[in-house]
């Protein structure tokens, strides 16, 4: 699959790349891979299965048999053996054991071969923490979206409120920061970016502009486009 375009979109929880990474995607009619979305599935499958993270083998072959559906319920559902799940993997307990099973190194090795699937013509946009540094080191352009994190608690909750999930904002702030470090301090795929990687600090940039920015620095990687 190398020689299929992938443009990796990264950065902490709250940078506004799921929304961006979406609208690039629907842009240049490429294929989408929401990676976080993998990472809440499967710890939302954990815990429904009641699996000790410490069995991490258990857990691997959880992650690679998982009957994870994109867009079956709709245009972002995501569903989980047949079941919409698209609210419950959002929710703060999805995010928290989301995080939890990305610190552990064989649920990562096992979500990778599945990302590497998403690879498909004419290109993929794909969003999360690790695509431009160890998913997709070849990607043709690779971003980093990044915002403060009071910035991107405001916008998580405004989300969150959008899609009639309760939130509080100074809880959300200390969840994103004790995540934050987790991602950021763990010993496999840390959230940083990559060394190629355009960094774009979002705090005081509408969604517009931040799209506007990413389709200009594609066209720049991808001329022929
Ligand atoms: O992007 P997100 O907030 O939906 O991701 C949820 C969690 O999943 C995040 O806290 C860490 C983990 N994750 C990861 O470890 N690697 C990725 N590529 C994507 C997400």
Same mark, same amino acid.
């Given at each position: 699959?190398?020689?299929?375009? &992938?443009? +990796?979109? $990264?950065?902490?929880?709250?940078?506004?790349?799921?929304?961006?990474?979406?609208?690039?995607?629907? +842009?240049?009619?490429?294929?989408?891979?929401?990676?976080?979305?993998?990472?809440?599935?499967?710890?939302?499958?954990?815990?429904?299965?009641?699996?000790?993270?410490?069995?991490?083998?258990?857990?691997?072959?959880?992650?690679?048999?998982? $009957?994870?559906?994109?867009?079956?319920?709709?245009? $972002?559902?995501?569903?989980?053996?047949?079941?919409?799940?698209?609210? %419950?993997? =959002?929710?703060?307990?999805?995010?928290?054991?989301?995080?939890?099973?990305?610190?552990?190194?064989?649920? =990562?090795?096992?979500?990778?071969?599945?990302?590497?699937?998403?690879?498909?013509?004419?290109?993929?946009?794909?969003?999360?923490?690790?695509?431009?540094?160890?998913?997709?080191?070849?990607?043709? &352009?690779?971003?980093?979206?990044?915002?403060?994190?009071?910035? =991107?608690?405001? =916008?998580?909750?405004?989300?969150?409120?959008?899609?009639?999930?309760?939130?509080?904002?100074?809880?959300?702030?200390?969840?994103?920061?004790?995540? %934050? +470090?987790?991602?950021?301090?763990?010993?496999?795929?840390?959230?940083?970016?990559?060394? $190629?990687?355009?960094?774009?600090?979002?705090?005081?940039?509408?969604?517009?502009?931040? &799209?506007?920015?990413?389709?200009?620095? &594609?066209?720049?990687?991808?001329?022929?486009?």
């Amino acid at each position: 699959m190398p020689g299929i375009p &992938v443009i +990796a979109i $990264d950065g902490p929880s709250g940078s506004g790349k799921g929304v961006v990474a979406e609208r690039v995607a629907k +842009a240049l009619g490429f294929h989408l891979l929401d990676s976080g979305a993998l990472y809440r599935v499967l710890g939302l499958a954990a815990h429904l299965k009641n699996l000790n993270l410490e069995q991490d083998q258990a857990l691997a072959e959880l992650a690679r048999t998982l $009957d994870i559906g994109f867009g079956e319920n709709g245009p $972002d559902s995501v569903s989980l053996d047949g079941r919409d799940v698209s609210l %419950d993997i =959002r929710s703060a307990l999805g995010s928290d054991m989301a995080s939890r099973v990305g610190a552990i190194p064989a649920a =990562r090795e096992a979500l990778f071969e599945r990302q590497l699937l998403f690879r498909q013509a004419p290109g993929l946009v794909a969003d999360g923490r690790d695509m431009g540094t160890f998913v997709f080191p070849d990607a043709v &352009v690779k971003i980093f979206l990044t915002a403060s994190v009071e910035e =991107r608690a405001k =916008r998580r909750y405004k989300q969150l409120i959008a899609k009639g999930i309760d939130a509080i904002l100074p809880a959300l702030l200390r969840d994103l920061k004790e995540r %934050d +470090a987790r991602d950021s301090e763990r010993a496999v795929s840390p959230l940083q970016p990559a060394p $190629d990687a355009t960094i774009l600090d979002t705090t005081e940039m509408s969604e517009e502009t931040v &799209v506007a920015r990413v389709l200009e620095l &594609v066209k720049a990687g991808l001329p022929n486009l």
